[in-house]
């Protein structure tokens, strides 16, 4: 039985490699604090939520798959978390009945242990059907329908009493019978477990059926080696069975272990929602337009991670950037332009693992891989100047980023000089366009802003600023100005001293 709760071909890849961007993605966007937010002290759910969103979709029909089974865990949150609880009752079953099939030496003690945990499993299973059954109609997802009909079509009671009757059988209650052949030296060959008569055959059948001549024999009590000798015979003709009975123990396994990989990630979100409802912060399900597109239509954006850090609302944003390869965005020193730029990633990860979106409206292009070039702090560890640092990175980006991918760059090339940095800057965006980039950009390097102001293409955005110096954190579509007002903070700080 296959889970297919992540994709609608296929299985989750716990091991699937995450991309080489990683660590950048991971600091600049400050996703641990999603993550956190997410697991809520699990470390196995914080693997698997870290492990989806970091792998991104690129097929629009398996975001919407995603986000259907998304809609249908926030309508149905209790009968998911219920279910989510078969595979980790499983899971500590196993660890309490039994170390491993594969640490025990003798046929009979791996078929012991096997049989017990496929009881367990067998009870597990009746749950999860009647759990299925009970609740198929509350659910609209192609995801959750299919998984709930395969569940009562393959877990149906005439199945599910076959295998209680086997797992009765493989209990020998009146012991084991054998057949065997003789072989070089009379040594016994071939040894084959067989099956009793059935005690319920018909009076008449027992008394005229066939039977062959036979001879048996006894082991006295203390024969402790005659004992070792018939344990032996027995674990011969158990061995395949032993064998059989695990792998369906194991198969059994891996379905719970697949159901409890894949409804972590939902686990997560549904953590995620009821927090982001406490601090009465919207979500919505964004609309993904193919990777060819360039769409951009945002209403009510605001940094996830900002509001999890300080608890409460924060400013959103609106932005119409609809066929635009570049967004460049200017203004006021500690205007709220780094957090706009944090939020625009962490809604393209979000869209793109099948999530919601901390937005009211949220639609963007698809892109085939989201890279940070964020400004770091100065680290007297490295051996090369800062500027050096930065062209590193942006190498090690080129040399990865394909078409219809994303780049968010966040003071990009201001550690040298202005004339400078803005070449540098205007080189590198120009040579990415080219390759059909799509481009965020924060900057104070007004020589390299100006130079775009002819560029259909390019939507200026500028951090809002009062009159009187206020920050409103609000990011507006507006052409650059050739100042950061930077005296704001210089009278801010030393106006106070004076």
């Known amino acids: 039985m296959n889970v297919f709760m992540l994709y609608p071909d296929r299985d989750f890849d716990p091991n699937n490699s995450l991309p080489q961007n990683t660590d950048d993605l991971i600091k600049d966007l400050e996703l641990n604090t999603l993550f956190n937010a997410m697991a809520q002290e699990d470390e196995f759910i914080f693997d698997v939520v870290k492990r989806v969103v970091l792998t991104s979709l ?23 978390r219920k279910i989510y609880e078969i595979p980790i009752k499983a899971q500590e079953s196993k660890r309490k009945q039994w170390l491993s099939i594969f640490s025990l030496k003798y046929p009979s003690s791996i078929l012991s242990s096997a049989r017990n945990t496929l009881e367990v499993y067998v009870d597990l299973l009746k749950e999860l059907r009647h759990i299925a059954d009970m609740n198929v109609d509350n659910f609209k ?35 084991v019978l054998v057949s065997a ?65 695990a792998q369906a123990a194991e198969h059994v396994e891996s379905f719970f272990n697949f159901l409890r990989w894949e409804l972590a990630f939902y686990i997560g979100c549904l953590k995620l929602a009821e927090k982001l ?20 239509s945002i209403r009510g954006l605001y940094d996830v991670t900002l509001a999890l850090t ?41 869209m793109q693992c099948g999530m919601f979106v901390s937005a009211k409206f949220f639609s963007t292009n698809v892109c085939r891989g989201i890279f940070t070039h964020f400004k770091r702090e100065e ?35 201001a550690s040298t000089n202005e004339k400078e940095g803005s070449e540098i800057a205007w080189q590198v965006v120009l040579a990415l366009m080219e390759g059909r980039i799509k481009i965020f950009f924060v900057t104070h390097l007004y020589e390299f802003a100006i130079r775009f102001l002819n560029y259909k293409d390019v939507l200026f955005l ?14 507006i579509e507006k052409k650059p100005l050739s100042t950061s007002y930077g005296q704001d903070l210089y009278y801010k700080i030393f106006k106070k001293k004076h």
Do not use: W
């Open 58 to 80: 690129y097929d629009l029909r398996e975001i919407l798959y995603r986000q259907e089974i998304l809609k249908d865990c926030l309508e149905n949150a209790e009968i998911v």
């Open 310 to 350: 300080m608890g409460q609302t924060v400013v959103t944003n609106d932005v119409r950037g609809d066929g635009k390869d570049m967004v460049i965005i200017t203004g006021a020193n500690q205007g709220g332009k780094t957090t706009f730029l944090r939020s625009i990633g962490l809604a393209q990860l979000m």
């Open 141 to 175: 997802s192609e995801g959750f329908r299919r998984f709930f009909a395969m569940i009562s079509e393959e877990l149906n009671d005439e199945y599910l009493s076959t295998v209680n009757n086997h797992l009765k059988a493989l209990k020998f209650s009146d012991g």
């Open 379 to 413: 680290d007297f560890s490295i051996k090369s100047g800062k500027f050096d640092e930065e062209m590193g990175r942006m190498s090690s980006i080129i040399d990865t980023i394909s078409p219809n991918s994303m780049i968010l760059f966040n003071e990009s090339f």
């Open 462 to 475: 500028r951090a809002e600023r009062k009159p009187d110096g206020k920050r409103t954190f609000k990011i």
């Open 277 to 296: 409802y406490q601090l009465n912060e919207p979500i919505t399900f964004p609309k993904p337009a193919p990777v060819d597109e360039r769409r951009l």
């Open 181 to 245: 052949q003789l072989g070089k030296g009379n040594e016994g060959i071939n040894y084959t477990l067989s099956k009793f008569k059935l005690k319920n055959q018909k009076l008449f059948d027992r008394l005229f059926s066939g039977r062959s001549q036979s001879y048996s024999f006894k082991i006295h009590p203390k024969d402790d080696r005659g004992a070792m000798i018939l344990g032996e015979l027995r674990d011969r003709s158990l061995n395949s069975v032993a064998n059989a009975v």
